[in-house]
């Protein structure tokens, strides 16, 4: 199954590939790799590795997945959650995601654009998102860069 689609796939889905070298990479974040556990069993997870914006440093998010049996159970708002507290506690300044607008405005993301910031793909522009954090210095302005595997 993919973790993104919950869909059939051959082989390895890209999702798991891309984990891997995230957490073998400079970039990789311990204390923003967060799993969800229920009943002794690992139903889902989120990762952020370093990002920027220039020389502003933020977090870029994802993979995150949940079990596709437990999906729609509040399990990816908890982690997203406890992402976002981690991340303010931390002092960081921002997070970016590729994702459903739908979906990552209700935790207060917004168009990356609308913050000055494009995304790494000009394609991307409609699902690429920020949420700033409490220590967001505004007057941002540049391309957002994820960790090196993403580019892989």
């Known amino acids: 199954m993919s973790p993104a689609t919950g869909e059939h796939v051959d082989g390895e889905p890209e999702e798991?590939?891309?984990?891997?070298?995230?957490?073998?990479?400079?970039?990789?974040?311990?204390?923003?790799?967060?799993?969800?556990?229920?009943?002794g069993e690992i139903v889902g997870h989120v990762i952020s590795t370093r990002g920027w914006v220039g020389e502003l440093e933020l977090l870029g998010l994802g993979p995150?997945?949940?079990v596709p049996r437990l999906q729609r159970h509040g399990i990816g708002t908890a982690l997203m959650n406890e992402t976002v507290a981690r991340a303010n506690t931390a002092g960081e300044r921002g997070i970016a995601l590729l994702g459903s607008p739908e979906y990552y405005s209700r935790f207060g993301f917004v168009p990356s654009t609308s913050?000055?910031?494009?995304?790494?793909?000009a394609g991307w522009a409609a699902h690429f998102q920020l949420l700033p954090l409490a220590v967001w210095p505004g007057g941002v302005s540049g391309t957002f860069r994820y960790a090196d595997p993403f580019a892989g």
């Open 16 to 39: 798991v590939k891309l984990l891997a070298r995230l957490f073998e990479c400079q970039e990789y974040l311990p204390a923003f790799s967060i799993v969800a556990e229920l009943d």
């Open 64 to 66: 995150i997945g949940v």
């Open 115 to 121: 913050l000055g910031v494009a995304p790494p793909e």
